[in-house]
């Protein structure tokens, strides 16, 4: 385990930073490309261990996939891998990858790291049965493995979730194109929907009432994903131009999917100044600019309908907290519990081991901001996104920050720690 020690000047910075390819995406472009038969192509992929977690899992399925070309005989053309496919610490692969084997004539079993083997498979059971799919999970824990059987044939159906997850509703969608007759996915909005976008720009579905989605089953063409920055990483960045006045930091080419960008509507609430501007979009997924200007950190209390589109950002939320000016409330975010880590318990602890003030509530936290936060030793418990809101107080900090176990940023950033350096030269 690797502990860093970082800190920073005590000044503004300003700076222009291209942030790593979208992970969300990344994982939707290879597997997307490998249902397809023939070559596709995807440009700027994440470059972190989740990502690389997906690749060896399509290469152990028969899927060439070779600096973003991804060659394959369709998805009816996988093979058998043979042993279980390791997803690593990478809970979208696995939620993916098990709607996108349901339809497959061999049995697959999809396992992971430590981190992954405690996390909920149980909400993959039901909606996928309903199209006809056979998926196991440890029992009674409702945990990984997670085994995907052969089953004749799935068929459409109406299928209702009831978490707003993106994950699950993909997973989903990717079972339904390898089925016979349509499927309506209906569930709570704020989600992620890049796959719907992605889907429909494709041919293979529509948009159907107020929540839902109708899959239309078939083969997928071949196509060219080009991967946006991913606005989760820009948003440590966003972040840390938010808690000094003076600071100002600009990152082109995000993903401004509307499910992504909760976090840029809090910033603004805390006092920040932001503009985000849509510049373009891929397969009619919107990217654009956004440049966040420091300006004063005022406390708030985060609306639940932001949860969703917050989600992972949300401990980013709770550090700003701490640096603000009156109390930060989180509520409504009872998932942050089952992420990379107990993000709700992981928080708290953070801020109160740098001497700020929270609790842990059932679904989210409480923060007393006070301004600033103390130099200390903090624990990422081998979570990415807790090991960079790490980094974000350390920028608020006179003195060091130490992190534990800091190499975890490598999931979906490597090199993180040297891109913050270079933000004050
Ligand atoms: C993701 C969806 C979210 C998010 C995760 C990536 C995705 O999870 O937290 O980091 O790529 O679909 P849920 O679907 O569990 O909400």
């Given at each position: 385990m690797t502990h860093r020690t970082v800190s920073y000047p005590q000044e503004p910075f300003q700076a222009t930073v291209a942030v790593p390819g979208d992970k969300s995406l990344s994982h939707r472009a290879l597997i997307l490309g490998a249902m397809a038969a023939g070559r596709s192509r995807a440009i700027g992929l994440a470059p972190g261990a989740d990502v690389a977690a997906t690749v060896a899992a399509l290469r152990a399925l028969g899927v060439g996939v070779d600096a973003g070309w991804i060659d394959s005989p369709g998805v009816e053309g996988?093979?058998?891998?043979g042993a279980p496919l390791d997803c690593g610490n990478s809970g979208t692969t696995m939620r993916l990858l098990a709607g996108a084997l349901a339809g497959r004539s061999f049995a697959s079993t999809l396992t992971g790291d430590a981190s992954l083997l405690a996390r909920p498979m149980r909400r993959l059971v039901g909606p996928l049965g309903a199209l006809g799919a056979m998926v196991t999970v440890a029992e009674?824990?409702?945990?990984?493995p997670v085994t995907v059987y052969p089953v004749p044939r799935l068929h459409g159906a109406t299928v209702a979730i009831d978490l707003a997850s993106a994950q699950l509703r993909t997973a989903v969608a990717l079972a339904a194109m390898q089925a016979e007759g349509a499927t309506v996915i209906a569930g709570p909005v704020g989600y992620r929907d890049h796959t719907e976008r992605w889907l429909e720009a494709l041919g293979r579905g529509a948009p159907h009432g107020a929540d839902g989605f109708r899959i239309d089953p078939g083969p997928l063409p071949i196509a060219e994903y080009r991967i946006p920055g991913d606005p989760s990483s820009a948003a440590v960045l966003w972040a840390m131009a938010a808690l000094r006045r003076g600071s100002a930091v600009t990152t082109p080419g995000v993903s401004l999917n509307p499910g992504r960008i909760g976090f840029l509507q809090i910033l603004e609430r805390f006092g920040a100044v932001i503009s985000a501007e849509v510049t373009g979009s891929v397969l009619g997924d919107p990217v654009g600019t956004v440049t966040v200007t420091g300006g004063g950190l005022f406390g708030l209390e985060v609306p639940e309908s932001l949860a969703a589109a917050t989600l992972d950002e949300l401990i980013l939320v709770g550090v700003l907290g701490a640096l603000a000016e009156g109390m930060t409330v989180v509520r409504g975010a009872a998932e942050l519990r089952t992420k990379e880590s107990d993000r709700i318990a992981g928080t708290v602890d953070l801020i109160r081991r740098l001497g700020g003030g929270a609790e842990a509530t059932e679904d989210g936290f409480a923060v007393v901001g006070m301004g600033e936060l103390d130099p200390g030793a903090v624990r990422s418990r081998g979570d990415h996104r807790l090991a960079m809101a790490a980094a974000v107080a350390a920028v608020a900090v006179d003195g060091a920050v130490v992190i534990e176990?800091?190499?975890?940023?490598?999931?979906?950033?490597?090199?993180f720690y040297e891109v913050m350096e270079r933000l004050w030269s």
């Open positions: 996988w093979s058998d891998p009674p824990a409702g945990t990984p176990d800091a190499d975890a940023v490598s999931v979906s950033w490597p090199g």
